[in-house]
């Protein structure tokens, strides 16, 4: 077996927090941190003890044996990240542990059960749940704001340390209404924040982004077309053609990766940023070796063109 090099471990000797890590792009980008050398600490409300609101199987224990499975040190933090305790006491680990941090990774979500797809679009922000409406918000605005408050000032006293906000949607995209008013506050509240930090961050020499993922083939995604598999997921495109530009959950993983690993990487400071327009920068691919573009895709969709796939892989 021959050792791996430096150029297969770019991230050795890196720390890493990806809060929000149990399931979707968040465990997929915390797996691929680790393929590429670092250590990853991986943090939500799942384990295998206690399930989360969200109701899913998933666990953060199976999230960091990925991790060390694809080559790095995963460590699962049981934390709730809008409980600003638990969160302090995550990164108070990480100093103890290793006294820097390099990589945060905000990809706390877990709203999905609370926005009705797809029922819930179209309807007067009145005629929502109110309660439900806030709780999005704090899943998908408090808690990145209450993770970013604990876990910079560590990563800020070295220049070079990475924030990745994780949203649903570029900027461009994000411009026009999403049709459900907290869920457009939400997902669009992650590239304000990438924004707000690149100032913030610019003078200590950190850099921050927002990232979204195309359209994500996640384990809750597959289950919604009759459970099929990562291996099986084209039968979908029978209930949705559309599907055919859905890319893995490794694709955005590979991206912050990319990122991560690139010294230049202060010239994408404060960009909404996708993981199509970065595999095309970086060079890298989805795990069946194609690029797909969803947003480019999707943005033909919408201008009344009839996008072929084949085009945008």
């Avoid at 704001?145 to 990745?164: C, D, F, N, Q």
Wanted: hydrophobic share 40%; aromatic share 6%.
């Amino acid at each position: 077996m021959g050792t791996r090099t430096q150029d297969d471990r770019p991230l050795e000797g890196r720390v890493a927090l990806v809060a929000g890590a149990t399931r979707g792009a968040s465990r997929a980008v915390a797996v691929e941190l680790g393929r590429a050398g670092a250590v990853v600490y991986v943090t939500g409300r799942t384990t295998r003890g206690h399930r989360s609101e969200v109701g899913r199987p998933e666990t953060i224990e199976e999230t960091a044996e990925l991790v060390t499975a694809a080559g790095g040190t995963g460590i699962a933090v049981p934390a709730d990240h809008l409980e600003p305790a638990q969160v302090e006491a995550v990164v108070a680990r990480i100093e103890r542990d290793h006294g820097r941090l390099d990589v945060l990774v905000n990809g706390l979500w877990g709203g999905d059960h609370l926005v009705g797809f797809p029922d819930a679009f179209g309807r007067k922000a009145w005629e929502h749940d109110l309660d439900a409406d806030l709780r999005i918000l704090r899943l998908g605005i408090d808690s990145h704001l209450i993770t970013s408050r604990h876990a910079l000032p560590l990563l800020s006293r070295r220049p070079g340390g990475l924030v990745v906000e994780m949203t649903d949607g570029t900027a461009e995209h994000n411009a026009k209404y999403r049709g459900h008013l907290a869920f457009d506050l939400a997902k669009y509240a992650p590239i304000r924040m990438a924004m707000g930090l690149a100032e913030e961050l610019r003078d200590l020499g950190c850099t921050a982004v927002c990232l979204t993922p195309g359209y994500l083939r996640s384990e809750a995604m597959l289950d919604t077309y009759k459970k099929v598999t990562e291996e099986t997921w084209r039968d979908a495109l029978e209930e949705d053609p559309h599907f055919c530009i859905s890319e893995s959950p490794a694709y955005v993983g590979r991206a912050v990766a990319a990122l991560a690993g690139d010294p230049d990487a202060s010239r994408w400071n404060g960009q909404s940023l996708s993981s199509g327009q970065l595999a095309r920068v970086y060079g890298f691919t989805d795990t069946d070796g194609t690029r797909p573009d969803a947003w480019g895709y999707i943005a033909a969709l919408e201008a009344g063109e009839d996008p072929q796939e084949a085009d945008y892989r």
